[in-house]
């Protein structure tokens, strides 16, 4: 993903005669050349068929849509309606439930993450990081941002993960791994996942653990 701008040409001195009629030509079509390098493309979009002049960027209820060169467009969801939803699912963890439930201060249980697009359809999902009040990341979630509102479509219970999309655009997930006698300070390993969307549901493709250092 690239955007490319016309440079600005040096100044020349004037010659003293004209410019014979070929130079002319092909300095115009240089200029209708780099009138056309403009423009955005976004990472699992069609490109246009035409240079179009900019336009304001979309808007989406709980979050807005903001172009990034060379990125998934990046989103901001309102972690309160995401609150909302994550609460009314049926299959949200007690322990999760449990720190959404009590937390009053949704940024001390819920804070943004990266914006990916591991969909492949041009519709954003944004990471959201859950953590106990204290800041210790227990897990995240995987939220899609559509015109309705934040749509939580996809979850995993991991400590302390880092979280970046790959070139092909799978999750690669990495986290933590403590034994009994750890201290939060301190894991003994740490453990790297990759997640691909098959078109229905997210699949873990390769799993490796590594020991701390």
Same mark, same amino acid.
Request: aromatic fraction near 4%.
């Given at each position: %993903? ?9 100044? *020349?001195?004037? /010659?003293? +005669? ?5 130079? #002319? ?5 240089? =200029? ?10 976004? @990472?699992?979009?069609?490109? /246009?068929?035409? #240079? ?15 172009? #990034? ?5 990046? *989103? +901001?969801?309102?972690?309160? @309606?995401? &609150?909302?939803? =994550? =609460? ?5 963890p007690d322990f999760s439930r449990r720190v959404l439930v009590n937390c009053s201060v949704i ?15 041009? #519709?954003?999902?944004?990471?959201? !990081?859950?953590?106990?009040? @204290? ?6 979630? !995987? ?9 939580? %479509? ?6 302390? /993960?880092? $979280?970046?999309?790959?070139?092909q655009g799978d999750l690669v997930v990495e986290s933590k791994v403590y034994a009994l006698d750890?201290? *939060?300070?301190? /894991?003994?390993? &740490?453990?790297?996942? *990759?997640?691909?969307?098959?078109? &229905?549901? %997210? $699949? ?10």
């Open positions: %993903m690239r955007m490319w701008r016309a440079g600005r040409a040096s100044p *020349v001195a004037r /010659p003293r +005669t004209l410019l014979p009629a070929v130079v #002319t030509t092909i300095a115009l079509a240089g =200029l209708s050349a780099c009138a056309n390098g403009g423009g955005l493309r976004v @990472e699992g979009a069609d490109a /246009p068929s035409s #240079t179009a002049s900019p336009s304001a960027p979309p808007s989406v209820m709980g979050g807005s849509v903001r172009p #990034t060169q060379g990125r998934t467009p990046a *989103v +901001t969801v309102d972690l309160a @309606e995401v &609150r909302i939803k =994550l =609460l009314a699912d049926k299959h949200l940024s001390r249980c819920l804070s943004r993450g990266k914006t990916v697009d591991v969909m492949h359809n041009g #519709t954003p999902q944004q990471i959201v !990081l859950i953590h106990s009040l @204290e800041g210790f990341v227990f897990g995240f979630f !995987l939220i899609a941002v559509e015109p309705a509102g934040p749509r939580p %479509m996809w979850s995993l219970k991991v400590d302390q /993960p880092t $979280i970046n999309a790959s070139p750890d201290k *939060v300070c301190c /894991p003994s390993g &740490r453990r790297v996942e *990759v997640y691909r969307w098959n078109g &229905r549901q %997210m $699949i873990k493709v390769s799993s490796t653990d590594q020991e701390g250092d």
